[in-house]
């Protein structure tokens, strides 16, 4: 049974680089079936929506979705942020986003960690409203007994099926004593459950301040909504930037890849997007669907090319979008 995968290309460099990685993908041993879908502002223009149900529908459909990038259209009454609401349509829970050193000089060596960041609720609950006349804006930070439950397992779970043997729970319970207090609490009741899986505490100040200082140190990092968005973005600048990036949304029942990075506007038809971050979510994609040997062929590539210098300018080389997914292309032919 071919694999059945939903493109969400987007808007600005998203068509660009989701078409690199479907060219790479197309030079693997697998049998995928892709279909399109439509996300983003280009949606919005054409559909009046930038999240039709069509396509809400055709990534539940699908066995994994790889999703380009949007474009967030200034002061637009009516229109809404289609990836928030795609996560929380779809209960998308988990955001993964792996740090990895990569051979290049602008990269630190030594880091291989992954932050498990709540995708759901916290302080994106969505529930806002204003007081006294608008001078007074309130945000509910939500933390569920249920919602950090199944954070808390998949940090562990990964933990162990990666062979990882720390797990950083990094909350602010000092100071936010219900919420974090009770994500804190969870962690410690499901930690003993994995004994060969060391449990360590952080507050988030600390974190900020130690994922400067030594990197190396963490191995997977477990926090709330906010806090994982602001360190994993912190995180990614010690290899490679946002042109390498790439992040998972998972849940239940559907699962969705993409680049961290944004469209892009200025980059757009330059050729200058680096496809980089998009070929290491369609890894992740093929990890999360069992083929675990493409996956690594796939980052070997990306690797490889990386090395030798065969890269886009962002990272100090002089190849094309579709330059460098030649090169990898190339790569997966021969070694087959
Ligand atoms: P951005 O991520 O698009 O760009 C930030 C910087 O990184 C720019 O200098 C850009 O040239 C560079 N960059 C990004 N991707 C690159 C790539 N693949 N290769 C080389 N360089 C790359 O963020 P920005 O400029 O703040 O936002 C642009 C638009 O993207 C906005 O409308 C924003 O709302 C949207 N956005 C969408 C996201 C998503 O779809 N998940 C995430 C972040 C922003
Ligand atoms: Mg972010």
């Known amino acids: 049974m071919p694999y059945k995968i939903t493109l969400l290309p987007g ?15 197309r030079a693997l041993p697998l049998e995928l079936d892709f279909a399109y879908a439509e996300i983003g502002f280009g949606a919005y223009e054409r559909l009046g929506t ?63 960690l992954i932050i498990v960041r709540e995708n759901t ?8 409203r204003v007081e006294e006349d608008g001078n007074r804006a309130i945000t509910e930070r939500v ?7 199944r954070i808390l397992r998949k940090a562990f779970d990964l933990a162990r099926q990666t062979g990882r043997t720390k797990v950083h729970v990094v909350h602010k319970a000092n100071v936010l004593r219900q919420t974090c207090g009770l994500f804190r609490q969870v962690a410690l009741e499901i930690a003993p459950q994995y004994p060969e899986i060391e449990m360590l505490e952080m507050l988030v100040d600390t974190c900020a301040m130690e994922l400067v200082r030594a990197p190396e140190q963490f191995q997977v990092i477990v926090t709330t ?6 360190l994993s973005d912190e995180a990614c600048m010690f290899v490679g930037g946002l ?12 699962a969705v890849f993409e680049p961290v990075h944004g469209s892009a506007p200025p980059l757009v038809r330059t050729g200058k997007a680096n496809p ?18 493409s996956a690594a062929r796939l980052r070997t590539a990306v690797e ?16 094309t979008t579709s330059g460098m997914t030649e090169q990898i292309k190339c790569r997966l032919q021969n070694d087959e």
């Open 11 to 25: 808007d600005g460099i998203g068509p660009e680089v989701i078409a690199a990685a479907q060219e790479v993908l």
């Open 276 to 293: 980089t971050a998009t070929f290491f979510a369609a890894a992740m994609m093929l990890d999360y669907l069992g083929e675990t040997e």
């Open 50 to 112: 930038p999240l039709p149900d069509s396509t809400l529908q055709a990534i539940r459909a699908a066995d994994a979705a790889l999703f380009g990038a949007v474009t967030t259209p200034p002061n637009l009454p009516g229109y809404f942020s289609p990836v928030v609401r795609m996560r929380q349509s779809l209960d998308l829970y988990a955001n993964l986003r792996p740090t990895r050193s990569i051979p290049h000089p602008s990269s630190r060596p030594g880091i291989d």
């Open 225 to 230: 909504n906010l806090f994982g968005d602001i």
């Open 121 to 128: 609720e916290g302080l994106y609950s969505g529930i806002e």
């Open 243 to 254: 042109g390498v990036a790439a992040s998972a949304n998972i849940g239940a029942e559907a």
């Open 304 to 319: 490889t090319c990386i090395a030798q210098g065969l890269v886009t300018p962002d990272l100090g080389g002089a190849l």
């Open 143 to 149: 933390i569920t007994r249920r919602g950090s439950e």
